[in-house]
């Protein structure tokens, strides 16, 4: 609990702040991945039903003569070579990240320390751009430059405008994306191993996409502030339109 000092006022240990980022903010491990999960998820529904609705469109040559071998083969190929690809690719992208957020952090480093005065003009500078009046400014830069980790991240994101990668997992954000993209990207071709080669398979296909499109919208409705109908329509709506558009490409090599 929140331990309650003289005068009023109190302080928080360690207990107090997790369970208020938790209970008030819903911050998780769950939601700290909720990006990845969702980029990762809908892009997996979304290609792998652009498989589907392709050769359905298409139904030309030898996608004609075999259509149920040809949506699983080719459904399954873009399924583990895209989510490989999409997760190994993300990993890379926080390498890279936090290889320009260090040299850059290195640099305002180097001018805090052989530069100060120039440092604090400059903090001056932004915190009155952000309404602070010319004393307060010079107070706050004051208090900033006896501790120069904070004031380097302040002029890190202040100035320069980076967002701070320092505390990206690449491992595990890449895992998030590799396994959201082959949760959600498996659940169109549920319809083919269930139900095999008829002729509603493919419009039970499009419903476990729309199905699937409202339970990543669902999750995400549930780690955000959002409300649950602004959650789901965003992802339908932007997914429904990809997986429509993959569809009517195939129609161009119908036969």
Do not use: C
């Amino acid at each position: 609990m929140v331990k309650f000092l003289l005068m009023g006022k109190f302080t928080y240990n360690k207990a107090d702040y997790d369970k208020h980022l938790l209970e008030e903010h819903h911050l998780s491990a769950f939601s700290n991945y909720l990006k990845e999960i969702v980029y990762g998820g809908s892009d997996g529904i979304v290609t792998t039903f652009a498989v589907v609705a392709g050769f359905s469109g298409a139904q030309s040559g030898i996608a004609n003569q075999y259509p149920f071998v040809i949506v699983l083969l080719f459904g399954f190929a873009n399924l583990f070579a895209d989510a490989t690809s999409m997760g190994l690719g993300n990993v890379l992208s926080i390498f890279a990240d936090k290889d320009v957020y260090q040299t850059e952090k290195e640099k305002e480093l180097n001018e805090i320390r052989n530069n100060p005065d120039m440092e604090k003009a400059e903090t001056i500078y932004i915190l009155k751009k952000k309404g602070f009046d010319k004393k307060d400014a010079e107070t706050i830069t004051n208090l900033y430059s006896k501790n120069e980790g904070y004031w380097v991240n302040f002029m890190m994101q202040h100035e320069l405008e980076l967002p701070n990668p320092e505390n990206e997992n690449p491992l595990l954000t890449g895992i998030a994306t590799f396994i959201a993209f082959l949760f959600f990207g498996l659940i169109p071709l549920i319809p083919y191993l269930a139900l095999g080669d008829t002729s509603s398979t493919f419009s039970v296909s499009i419903l476990f996409t729309f199905l699937a499109l409202v339970l990543l919208g669902f999750l995400r409705w549930k780690v955000t502030t959002q409300t649950l109908l602004r959650s789901m329509s965003d992802i339908i709506i932007i997914g429904g339109t990809s997986a429509i558009l993959a569809y009517f490409v195939g129609t161009f090599f119908r036969s």
